[in-house]
């Protein structure tokens, strides 16, 4: 047995399924989960000493690549401080006033410790603050395993083809509409349904949970819109794209860019991921009145005992820093090239498909030439069988990609030409292996 098999037979006597996240367990793709040990720059090394080419960047925050020395160099020093003080620190308000700097939308920043804890908090405002109780959101989307929002989610929920979750409520789900991404008419019916009782919309800013789907044009903006006219908000989640897809989050490739068509700002954001730089940390923003809802202000209660952590404080405060535009068109570069190769090998082979795009974030989408990946019906039509045996022939060559069809292709600025180079040789043989896959 490799050290990784004994690792996951041990796991799985002393966890449930024997990982902490589901998607780590390969139940998509099958086989052995990778235990991995440590990571530098573009590469990960497992327990048995292989090395790969990372594509998941620990789902986006190695946006610099692994061990970063500026970031490493930013927590030991945090760590010579202290772990965690339970009050206050210079580099909360620091972290707050880079995240408002990026994205003024934010005009106001609370940190938490989980994307989950950052829409949870936002979902517990937005209905504080408009004193109604429904949420409207779209099926496929995913914002972490809040009871309220689990209905038709993406990520490990379509992974495990799962409808929802277990131990969630009748009544806790009757307080969420779900409704069909990309579809502003549904959206239009369920405001003239219950317009009084909608008191926010969520949405990912680009939803990559289902695969990537990229908002159709004037999507976004007619949800702004809708919200606007209705009293309701308006909550982007960008736990994912936030500080990923670009300098200022998907939002800034859009609404918030200075030449967009009709700019449109969303009520409430949420962050996480590259905001902390690795480390566990999240936060939610948005407009002062909004966000002053929050207690100690307002009547909305939110606390949390390693909130603004100092070592994740650290952390986040030196990717964003070392996170400059010249950053973003590398890695937008090098994310052009890996999908034109992905797509030039499955041509090839012969395999039909489609590449989704959301800023530097994509994804392929097997048997979908014809119509492309609009919504979560469109993902889930999709040739799934295809991918195991491609991201097997992909690992066996080293490259490490997300162990489920259904996530985003992630890379860093430290993807180097040798790095891409062992990518672009491993396509064609895993290419290959999706053309002779059976259903």
Sequence with gaps: MTRSEDLFARAQTLMPGGVNSPVRAFGSVGGTPRFMVSAQGPYLTDADGKEYVDLVCSWGPALLGHAHPAVLEAVHAAVDRGLSFGASTPD??????????????????????????????????????????????????????LDGLLAAAGSGVATLALPGSAGVTAATAAETLVLPYNDLAAVEAAFAAHGPNIAAVITEAAPANMGVVTPGEGFNLGLSRITREHGALLILDEV??????????????????????????????????????????????????????????????????????????????????????????????????????????????????????????????????????????????????????????????????????????FLSAAHDDAAMNRIFDALPAAAKAAAAAQA
């Design 92 to 145: 909360e308000a620091n972290l707050a006033a880079i995240v408002q700097e990026r994205v003024p939308a934010a005009e106001r920043v609370r940190m938490v410790s989980t994307g989950t804890e950052a829409t949870m908090t936002a979902v517990r405002l937005a209905r504080g603050f408009t004193g109604r109780n429904l949420i409207i959101k779209f099926a496929g989307c995913y914002h972490g395993h």
């Design 240 to 409: 994912l794209t936030g500080f990923r897809t670009g300098y200022s989050g998907y939002w800034g490739l859009t609404g918030g860019a200075a030449d967009a068509t009709e700019p449109w700002t969303p009520d409430l954001l949420t962050f996480g991921k590259v905001i902390g730089g690795g480390m566990p940390t999240a936060a939610l923003g948005g407009r002062a009145d909004v966000m002053d809802y929050l207690a100690p202000l307002g009547p909305v209660y939110q606390a949390g005992t390693l909130s603004g952590n100092p070592v994740a404080m650290a952390a986040g405060v030196a990717t964003l820093t070392h996170a400059t535009r010249d950053v973003y068109s590398f890695i937008d570069a090098r994310s052009l090239e890996l999908s034109s190769a992905l797509s030039a090998a499955l041509d090839s082979a012969g395999v039909d498909h489609s590449v989704q795009f959301a800023g530097n974030l994509f994804s392929v989408a097997f048997g979908t030439s014809a119509n492309g990946v609009h919504n979560y019906a469109d993902a889930q039509a999709q040739e799934t069988f295809r991918y195991a045996p491609f991201f097997h022939s992909m690992l066996e060559s080293g490259v490490y990609l997300p162990p489920s069809v259904f996530e985003a292709w």
